[in-house]
């Protein structure tokens, strides 16, 4: 009898305490901000950070703050800032989607080697010992580390061992720039067809030592070309994607190094 008193009485109070559970939690609970929720259901979910938050929630909640703009999130495109802005109230100005680009074709093939590197295999660590053993010191190591933190998978090697970046996956995050030690890896846009792919400041004679495909500064891409989009600046040639792309072609034509690549 007295086993099925005590049960009873657990039995009382657990329902007096879940009844007071479920007062407290209608009386206390704080309201959802009607924004933020719709924020938060088209998020893409890729938590990837590009946008400067933590995730996509943390991004959400900022939006619906007021604090963050919206069409910062490179995975979700134009159409998620459309939306956002909708949500918001606010007009959003349209952006190119950015992509990643190795800024290198420096491979084994056509880069001179200082030393033979038999470390762990990481751009960070290689370049710990004299900037990596490539005799262009601001070229890729090609040790994957840009791989390692691509949340999409949107980096690998091709058929020569060099790495390349899918920009139909990439989501423009920019996580890959961040790690990559010697910033061989830069944002573009989408559309960006012909890129110098170099990242050597060296002066013409030095950088050609180093690595037979690296742009010398001669300015061909300049001087040979009317209405060029190119400048060279510190020794490089650079590619202004706000300007008329039309005589890129003709650039890459007369490029000695064959620097300047159509993607």
């Known amino acids: 009898m007295n086993i099925l008193y005590a049960f009873l009485v657990v039995s009382v109070l657990g329902l007096l305490l879940g009844a007071g559970?479920?007062?407290?939690?209608?009386?206390?609970?704080?309201?959802?901000?009607?924004?933020?929720?719709?924020?938060?259901?088209?998020?893409?979910?890729?938590?990837?950070?590009?946008?400067?938050?933590?995730?996509?929630?943390?991004?959400?909640?900022?939006?619906?703050?007021?604090?963050?703009?919206?069409?910062?999130?490179?995975?979700?495109?134009?159409?998620?800032?459309?939306?956002?802005?909708?949500i918001m109230g606010v007009s959003v100005e349209e952006t190119e989607r950015k992509v990643a680009f190795v800024f290198c074709q420096g491979g084994k093939d056509v880069t001179r080697e200082d030393y033979k590197y038999q470390g762990i295999k990481d751009c960070n660590a290689a370049s710990l010992l004299f900037q990596g053993p490539n005799g262009c010191k601001e070229g890729c190591l090609h040790m994957g580390s840009c791989m390692a933190v691509c949340p999409v998978k949107a980096i690998g090697y091709d058929d020569n061992g060099d790495v390349k970046v899918d920009k139909e996956k990439c989501v423009g995050c920019g996580a890959c720039t961040k790690v990559c030690p010697n910033g061989v890896i830069k944002l573009v846009p989408y559309s960006a067809e012909y890129i110098v792919a170099c990242n050597n400041h060296e002066p013409g004679g030095k950088a050609k030592k180093n690595c037979s495909k690296a742009c010398i500064g001669c300015k061909m891409c300049v001087l040979k070309v009317e209405n060029s989009p190119f400048t060279v600046d510190k020794f490089l040639s650079v590619n202004d994607y706000s300007k008329d792309q039309s005589a890129c072609p003709l650039a890459a034509e007369k490029c000695p190094q064959k620097s300047i690549v159509r993607r």
């Open 21 to 86: 559970l479920a007062v407290a939690d209608k009386l206390l609970k704080v309201k959802k901000d009607e924004k933020l929720e719709k924020l938060e259901a088209i998020m893409p979910g890729a938590n990837c950070g590009g946008c400067g938050f933590a995730g996509c929630s943390a991004y959400a909640a900022a939006v619906a703050e007021g604090t963050a703009k919206p069409g910062l999130c490179s995975p979700g495109g134009k159409d998620l800032a459309a939306k956002m802005g909708e």
